[in-house]
């Protein structure tokens, strides 16, 4: 999300301070609001001031001031969405998450800031965002899929890695994000969204898997004695997302499954299904996954069609005919 002349005005950087501080975001999705309101405004000056679209990141937003904002209507909003659906060729999720940040930042300047009398972002309805089932890999395909990891020098590390994910579900951020520290005995303290914390238990597989990386390769890089991240790369730095994104890719790719688009996020969707299927109940499985609510959980509670065919098959009165 490249922004050009990132001054942006105050009321702006007020909002953006309060969501990190104040709400807990993180600073990942505050790039995201940030970059959202910073095409809003443009947006807006473009229309109003009869400016091509092509030029919008050569418009400066850092005069715009309460007043300015004070004659932003409802269906100037609208018509946002409608430019970012039509020209920007924005998903119904995007535009969600556009819709999202408007309703925010238009309650804080009225509810927290006592600058508007009147939030015309109150009636914006969010688009519509069709149910999707989570993508995900069988027990068979997961088992498959951890023969593609290669044996090369960091194969300790990504079999640890891919072990970390599909037996504890982490998200990505989380498993980057972990010390040395984060683990005591059989315990990973895990750091979620919005920095909250929650502890995790440690099984065999992961227990085994992690000893070996520790003693394989993780102690013959240079310097990792004085590195804190558990996972490092062959320079001794933390891995970033991007970097454990490619290797689950890889991974995919020589495994010979080549199932369409496996993500980490995928990886952590196979682990809550594969939980769910063997027991695992919904409340357990939250806390596991870090969600804040159940609702968000539910989504990993999908069965498959033959599943329910075969309950419908089993039901008693079946045997009857």
Do not use: W
Not at 126 to 146: C, H, N, R, S, V
């Amino acid at each position: 999300m490249k922004i050009l002349h990132r001054e942006i005005p105050k009321l702006l950087k007020d909002f953006l301070v309060y969501l990190t501080t104040i709400k807990g975001k993180s600073l990942r999705t505050r790039k995201e609001y940030e970059y959202d309101m910073t095409l809003f405004f443009r947006f807006l000056k473009a229309v109003g001031d009869d400016i091509k679209i092509d030029k919008m990141n050569e418009i400066s937003i850092k005069e715009i001031t309460i007043d300015f904002i004070k004659q932003i209507s409802l269906e100037d909003m609208y018509l946002f969405l409608e430019f970012c659906e039509v020209q920007r060729n924005n998903s119904p999720a995007t535009r969600a998450r556009k819709a999202a940040t408007l309703k925010s930042f238009f309650k804080y300047l009225k509810g927290k800031r006592r600058l508007l009398e009147d939030n015309p972002a109150e009636e914006l309805e969010t688009p519509k965002i069709g149910k999707k089932k989570p993508i995900y890999m069988d027990l068979q395909e997961a088992e498959m899929f951890i023969t593609g990891i290669r044996r090369s020098n960091h194969y300790y590390r990504n079999y640890s890695m891919m072990m970390f994910f599909l037996n504890l579900g982490l998200r990505v951020s989380e498993l980057c994000s972990l010390n040395l520290t984060s683990i005591q005995g059989n315990v990973l303290h895990v750091i979620g969204k919005g920095d909250k914390e929650r502890t995790v238990f440690l099984n065999n597989a992961c227990i085994q898997s992690l000893q070996v990386y520790m003693n394989k390769e993780r102690s013959y890089i240079q310097g990792a004695s004085t590195k804190e991240a558990l996972f490092l790369s062959q320079k001794g730095t933390r891995l970033t997302r991007q970097t454990v994104a490619k290797i689950v890719k890889q991974i995919n790719n020589d495994s010979g499954l080549s199932k369409e688009k496996i993500t980490p996020h995928k990886l952590r969707h196979t682990s809550a299904t594969i939980m769910y299927k063997n027991g695992a109940d919904i409340r357990s499985l939250q806390h596991i996954l870090g969600h804040s609510s159940v609702s968000t959980t539910q989504i990993y509670t999908h069965v498959e069609d033959k599943e329910i065919q075969q309950v419908i098959e089993d039901n008693p009165f079946n045997q009857l005919v």
